[in-house]
């Protein structure tokens, strides 16, 4: 054992997170009166230094992506991490804080022996991954099948858009959700094949091969498939969607600086692409149907600055849907719906994506193909969905959101109701998108809202906006207010009256 003598008491904030360090080691301390607890310092998912995130309601959540973790014994509560927090002995001396550098061994887990069931996941992606570690985590002891049309174990497909298209990183070097040994020791059996046919009543997947798969409870976690246009010239060579890591390494492949690129849609995935392009020296216009992007989700001003973050960089806006592609074997024209003509000798449709649900009898889909579901995730006895597929009733309306936190949300669910957990989703949704450098947070959901509260300089992109309705904060909407929207992704949780989030946000700074 080596204490390290890391603080005195009195130099230690309540209610928030402090960094310390000696030798080569470093935690993470919290203080609660005399009480002081240690956890590793950064986070398990991507390394964010954790004292920069928010301490709220006894929970610790990352500054980055929103993971959140029990304070009691360093839990995972939410991801994305899909790990708890290691924690080290504390010792007071007098006011001295001493932390040992051996962390404490963790709770074994046990699984329960003699499960005869056999629990099949379609889709190995946010919500499959997080879905079948959970079940081993909640003490399943059954089969896992876990079935995946990818030869590749889930990643971040995140990353895509933002760092592979920006040349900054390889697709195959986009983060595993899991290394592969993590398969192997927790039993999770990875079957590369595509489920065409999910005959429930019967229990039984259908696979590419012809193959059939019994199952006690299935989850299908199967994500979007990229929406076409259903334009003429669409077939043309040079015409991307970007969902995986192969849609990203053709795109790389027939690109390179100079590069002139039409991008349809002028979403996140499309303006997260034309940031990483401009970045990588390509010629970038987009063309879209609303003349402030994001306007629906963050508000007409933020909208604005976004869009002027992007043309200060070079992105040419142009306020049109597509006619049609033209060209020979490889796009050369995109024709608009305004008259305009772009040269192209790159498409990027980014024009959204539909669940990838046609291997489900239209009985339990809805109009869209979202496999509809209740709070607890469960379409039917026996049938459960999660992630971009799933509609699900937030705050009393049927939603369908497509954030990568709360497909692994939805999983985590999922998987503790197939084990009788009988829960709702009370979690609160959040995404992050990364334009030229600058990450923006999201937490919560509006899709309508009475008053708009803002902090800070939108124009420096340093600010914090609060989206309410009747005096309640519903969402927000920041850059460079991590912290902020740490503890907002945790207190949304019960009803936010705006003063209180107004008083919290002052006094975090
Ligand atoms: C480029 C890009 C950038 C993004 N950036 C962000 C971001 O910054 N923040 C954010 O919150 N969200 C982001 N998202 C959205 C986020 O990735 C999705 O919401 C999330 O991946 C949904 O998880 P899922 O498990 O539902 O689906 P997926 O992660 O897509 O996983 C579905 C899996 O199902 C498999 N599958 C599909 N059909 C079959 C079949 N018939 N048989 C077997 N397997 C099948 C697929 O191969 C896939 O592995 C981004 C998405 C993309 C594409
Ligand atoms: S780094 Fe903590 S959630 Fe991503």
């Given at each position: 054992m080596t204490l390290h003598a890391v603080a005195h008491l009195p130099e230690l904030p309540e209610g928030q997170g402090w960094h310390a360090q000696a030798q080569d080691h470093q935690w993470l301390l919290v203080r609660n009166g005399s009480r002081v607890d240690a956890y590793q310092a950064h986070c398990p998912h991507a390394g964010a230094p954790l004292a920069d995130g928010a301490v709220c309601e006894g929970k610790l959540?990352?500054?980055w992506h929103k993971a959140v973790f029990d304070l009691v014994d360093g839990r995972l509560c939410e991801p994305p991490a899909l790990d708890g927090l290691k924690r080290y002995p504390v010792w007071l001396d007098g006011d001295r804080v001493l932390v040992d550098d051996r962390p404490l061994e963790p709770a074994q887990r046990s699984t329960a022996a003699g499960d005869r069931r056999t629990f099949a996941i379609i889709g190995g992606g946010a919500a499959g991954t997080a879905a079948a570690a959970a079940l081993r985590e909640y003490g399943f002891g059954g089969r896992i099948l876990l079935v995946d049309e990818q030869f590749e174990p889930g990643y971040d497909r995140t990353a895509l858009s933002k760092f592979v298209l920006a040349g900054q990183m390889a697709a195959e070097d986009t983060s595993p959700l899991r290394d592969t040994g993590f398969y192997d020791s927790q039993r999770i059996e990875r079957i590369q094949a595509g489920v065409v046919r999910?005959?429930?009543?019967?229990?039984?997947?259908?696979?590419?091969?012809?193959?059939?798969?019994p199952y006690h409870a299935v989850l299908l976690a199967t994500g979007g498939v990229p929406q076409r246009l259903g334009v003429e010239g669409e077939a043309l060579a040079n015409i991307h969607a970007l969902r995986s890591r192969e849609d990203a390494r053709q795109f790389m492949t027939h690109t390179q600086a100079g590069t002139r690129v039409v991008i349809v849609g002028e979403g996140f995935i499309g303006l997260e692409a034309a940031s990483a392009l401009r970045e990588r020296g390509m010629a970038v216009s987009v063309a879209g149907r609303h003349p402030t992007p994001f306007a629906a989700q963050f508000g007409e001003a933020v909208g604005r600055r976004l869009r002027q973050l992007h043309e200060a960089h070079?992105?040419?806006?142009?306020?049109?849907?597509?006619?049609a592609f033209e060209g020979q074997t490889q796009v050369h024209t995109v024709m608009l719906d305004n008259g305009e003509q772009l040269p192209a000798e790159a498409v990027l449709v980014a024009a959204g994506v539909a669940p990838a649900t046609a291997m489900l009898d239209?009985?339990?889909l809805g109009e869209d193909g979202a496999v509809i579901v209740d709070a607890g995730l469960q379409a039917s006895e026996g049938l459960w969905a999660a992630g971009d597929i799933a509609r699900f009733p937030l705050a009393g309306e049927a939603t369908r959101i497509e954030h990568w936190r709360l497909a692994e949300q939805h999983g985590r669910l999922a998987a503790a109701n197939m084990l009788g957990a009988q829960q709702a989703y009370e979690g609160v949704p959040f995404f992050w998108t990364y334009h030229f450098g600058k990450r923006l947070d999201y937490v919560g959901n509006a899709h309508d809202w009475d008053s708009e509260h803002?902090?800070?300089?939108?124009?420096?992109?340093?600010?914090?906006?609060?989206?309410c309705q009747r005096g309640e904060v519903k969402a927000a909407v920041a850059c460079e207010r991590e912290a902020a929207c740490a503890w907002l992704a945790e207190r949304l949780k019960r009803p936010l009256p705006l003063a209180e989030a107004l008083a919290q946000i002052k006094a975090m700074g």
């Open positions: 959540v990352c500054p999910i005959d429930h009543p019967a229990r039984r997947l259908e696979l590419s091969d012809g193959t059939t798969l070079g992105v040419v806006f142009h306020v049109a849907g597509v006619q239209g009985r339990w803002r902090m800070g300089d939108l124009q420096a992109l340093n600010f914090i906006q609060l989206l």
